[in-house]
């Protein structure tokens, strides 16, 4: 099965800066990669998401790119905000014999933006 | 409009004991799967459902079980609970069946002792 590693596991930054988080997955069949930010006792929101005939899709400070040849993506963050603190988590679709959608999550990534 | 609503929000189980878990999907959605996350973990994907059949299932023993009913609604139910069962249930609701975007709800935390 599909399998999705996520680093840093923790991402410290100061305010204003950028932050990146990367991905790299093993099922070269998964054609989709969504970004999830989940914020303490609530469930993962959609950020941002990128499917495999595109390399980079970018939503005003959210950036998002896919290197299918080498099977990561990464999350880019720019002018970084209090706000943005938070646990990040990469994901792949997983296709199985029934064509479920499930998806594959990494660990997640805790970013803290430092005043 | 409303979200994805679970209920109950939190619970509190003894091992060998029974759980269920309830979702409403966003109005118009029809397929709806659920995610076990343990503390300090991603979700991991549990069960789909799409017009009131399962159409996916990932690694889980058959104690868990789901279904939907005909207004998209649905239930997870745990069976023979262990501690290792102790988890936040996500429950997730998406337009069809291939669409890509899931939409989460806040979660049933299950604590068993």
């Known amino acids: 099965g599909e399998n999705v590693e996520q680093h840093p596991s923790t991402l410290s930054v100061q305010e204003g800066d950028s932050a990146v988080i990367k991905c790299t997955y093993s099922?070269?069949?998964?054609?989709?990669f969504p970004w999830y930010k989940q914020e303490l006792g609530k469930g993962p929101q959609l950020i941002i998401d990128?499917?495999?005939?595109?390399g980079e899709k970018k939503d005003q400070r959210i950036a998002v790119t896919l290197n299918k040849t080498a099977k990561h993506f990464s999350l880019h963050i720019t002018e970084t905000q209090p706000e943005d603190s938070a646990v990040y988590f990469c994901?792949?679709?997983?296709?199985?014999?029934?064509?479920?959608?499930?998806?594959?999550f990494g660990k997640g990534t805790h970013l803290i933006i430092q005043p | 409009d409303a979200g994805v609503t679970q209920s109950p929000t939190h619970l509190i189980k003894t091992r060998g004991q029974h759980v269920t878990l309830r979702c409403s999907p966003i109005?118009?959605?029809?397929?709806v799967s659920w995610y076990q996350q343990v503390l300090g973990q991603g979700p991991q994907f549990i069960f789909q459902?799409?017009?009131?059949?399962?159409?996916g299932r990932g690694n889980f023993p058959d104690r868990f079980s789901a279904r939907q009913f005909p207004n998209y609604s649905s239930e997870l139910n745990v069976n023979a609970l262990l501690l290792g069962d102790s988890a936040l249930y996500l429950c997730?609701?998406?337009?069809?069946?291939?669409?890509?975007?899931?939409?989460f709800g806040e979660g049933s935390r299950l604590t068993v002792l």
């Open positions: 994901a792949a679709r997983l296709y199985s014999g029934g064509g479920a959608d499930g998806l594959t």
């Open positions: 099922d070269s069949a998964s054609n989709y």
């Open positions: 109005s118009g959605h029809k397929s």
């Open positions: 997730a609701s998406s337009l069809g069946r291939g669409t890509g975007e899931l939409f």
């Open positions: 459902y799409y017009e009131k059949e399962e159409r």
């Open positions: 990128i499917r495999s005939n595109v």
